[in-house]
């Protein structure tokens, strides 16, 4: 089990791995993030076993910049 802080309150919550690594993620890639760096993104991607990768061509919030886009997208990742 880990365990890996939240910006939430500072509260530790446990993963068990076992099942993280059975539960099927997807991740989108913010190519134009200055905060988190696509290559530390790789890295993520890497370590997380993502399976799904998709790229949005934004920055750290994609929320805001480009709202549509990310909403078609995560619309589609709900289906896979």
Do not use: C
Request: charge should be neutral.
């Amino acid at each position: 089990i880990y365990s890996e802080y939240t910006d939430v309150g500072q509260k530790s919550v446990k993963y068990n791995l076992d099942t993280w690594l059975v539960i099927p993620k997807a991740y989108i890639v913010a190519t134009q993030d200055q905060v988190i760096l696509p290559g530390t993104q790789q890295v993520f991607l890497r370590k997380g076993k993502i399976e799904t990768v998709r790229e949005i061509r934004a920055g750290h919030l994609p929320m805001v910049t480009q709202p549509k886009e990310l909403a078609e997208m995560l619309a589609e990742l709900t289906f896979i």
